[in-house]
């Protein structure tokens, strides 16, 4: 059947790189009784489930190289990066194929009664990623969702559809039919039908707090599980002891990956008043290192941003600090000929709080520097802020920056780096940030549901025994 389509452009050229289907409700309706009918065989044999995560791992290994170029030119990252994120989303498939987790654990035995917990999957499962990271954030849910035995219906952004619909093609040669389907469209239409159908089961969604909201409402009404990772605005705290150099190396490297673009890299700097200076010049000699151009490029470091959207977002938050008093330390233009969307990674010292800069989520390549002169003032008011997805601290005392971590209301803690995460540790964010865990055993969990069997034996229990008379009672 054919199907209108819509134009997929690449950020840095605006050239169109490829076509995508435009899917509505009625394909999402059949792409659920389809993952329905093949549900009952997948869940059935774990470790079929287990060779076909194993399998379709091999294949992304196999074909990184073009599934890269391709991620890359639809979302403007550098190569590598683009190939990173596909061998991280074949990490994950042969993480959750060797994850050991029980099916059934049993209490202890009553008198008469025993008593079993079994774990079943959830059902039909709706993925709804975005364009930052396409593969990772969508393998971040697939590869538990499929190993517990759920069927998956996958809708990434209208943006950056070409890497995951030539990745589910690709495990679609290994997987049963019906198992792992994608639905593509422009608008909302596909993420509407995903939260609000009644055969969806559990949507699983990452992106901006206030589309996380909507969906989870919609799926609200059909009382489905949900998994919400949303917007995150993570500080990086400074201590007066922190070595400057080891520190802005760390900082520049997480805030500046994918021109900024990363829910969890740093996006606001704390620093004592007396180490600002030297903090900001240490950086903005590391941001000067990159080199702006073509995602496929040899020799770009950086790419463009993604939209000609959140370019301008960026743009007008660093205008307004600079109007109200900051100043930019480095970066601020273009830094490339080609016409896409670049911004040069932009370094903004003496901002404050109150900037938009700071309190809001930018999302791209643009960092703030606030100088502080008390920290439980400073961390009195990030724990009153609506983020809660990550944070670092960076001190060369170990004791000291885990006092401090300790005090941080955020899903993740870095101390001395930013953004890391691995694939057996939970993540997700606390307050606006988030609902639910991704990774390790407690991502899988979000995947299954949790059922008690208790049985006794089928007989009539025994009568009751009369009691005993004494002789002095026939007495």
């Known amino acids: 059947m054919a199907h209108e389509t819509y134009d997929v452009h690449d950020p840095a050229t605006l050239e ?26 997948w869940a059935a044999d774990r470790e079929a489930r287990r060779a076909a995560l194993r399998a379709c791992a091999g294949l992304v290994r196999a074909h990184e190289d073009e599934l890269g170029r391709l991620l890359s030119l639809e979302q403007g990252k550098v190569l590598a990066e683009a190939v990173g994120e596909f061998r991280v ?20 035995d009553r008198a008469d009664r025993t008593v079993e917990v079994q774990y079943r999957p959830v059902g039909v499962v709706g993925t709804i990623t975005p364009w930052n990271f396409p593969v990772s954030l969508l393998c971040v849910k697939l590869a538990p969702a499929l190993a517990a035995g759920c069927t998956v219906i996958a809708k990434p952004s209208a943006s950056t559809p070409l890497s995951t619909m030539a990745l589910v093609e690709l495990m679609n040669r290994v997987l049963p039919a019906g198992v792992l389907q994608c639905r593509t469209s ?3 239409a596909v993420n509407v039908a995903l939260s609000s159908l009644p055969g969806v089961r559990k949507i699983s969604f990452t992106g901006s707090t206030e589309v996380g909201t909507a969906v989870a ?11 919400l990772e949303l917007g995150g605005n993570d ?14 190396q760390g900082i520049v490297g997480s805030a500046f ?18 180490l600002r200076d030297a903090l900001v010049e240490a950086m903005a000699a590391a941001v000067s290192r990159h080199r702006l151009g073509h995602g496929v490029a040899a020799g770009s470091t950086m790419g ?15 205008d307004g600090a600079v109007a109200a008093g900051a100043r930019i330390a480095a970066g601020g233009g273009r830094g490339c000929d080609l016409p896409g969307h670049f911004l040069e990674p932009t370094l903004v010292t003496d901002a404050e709080p109150g900037m938009d800069l700071v309190d809001d989520e930018q999302f791209g390549n643009a960092l703030p520097v606030v100088a502080y002169d008390d920290l439980d003032v400073v961390l009195d008011g990030l724990n009153g802020q609506e983020f809660g997805l990550g944070a670092s601290v960076w001190s060369p005392d170990p004791d000291r920056a885990h006092a401090v971590a300790a005090r941080i209301e955020a ?17 997700g964010g606390w307050k606006s940030s988030g609902l639910g865990r991704e990774r390790g055993r407690w991502g899988l969990a979000e995947y299954l549901e949790t059922r008690t069997v208790n049985a006794r034996p089928h007989h009539l229990p025994p009568p009751p025994q009369a009691a005993p008379v004494s002789e002095g009672t026939l007495r």
């Not at 705290?237 to 150099?245: F, G, K, N, Q």
């Open 16 to 41: 169109v790189v490829g076509r995508a289907p435009v899917h509505g409700e009625d394909e999402v309706r059949r792409a659920v009784a389809a993952a329905r009918a093949a549900a009952p065989g």
């Open 89 to 108: 989303g074949a990490g994950l498939l042969e993480h959750y194929a060797a994850l050991d987790w029980a099916e059934a654990e049993r209490l202890p």
């Open 186 to 188: 422009p608008g909302r």
């Open 217 to 227: 409402a919609q799926a609200a009404a059909t009382v489905k599980r949900i998994t």
């Open 235 to 248: 500080p990086a705290v400074v201590l007066p002891d922190a070595d400057v150099e080891t520190t802005a």
């Open 257 to 274: 990956r994918n021109a900024g673009q990363v829910c969890m890299a740093v996006k606001r700097v704390y620093v004592p008043r007396g």
């Open 304 to 318: 463009p941003m993604h939209s000609a959207a959140q370019h301008g977002i960026v743009r007008s938050l660093v």
């Open 411 to 427: 899903g993740t803690v870095w101390i001395n780096q930013h953004t890391q995460v691995e694939p057996d540790a939970p993540f």
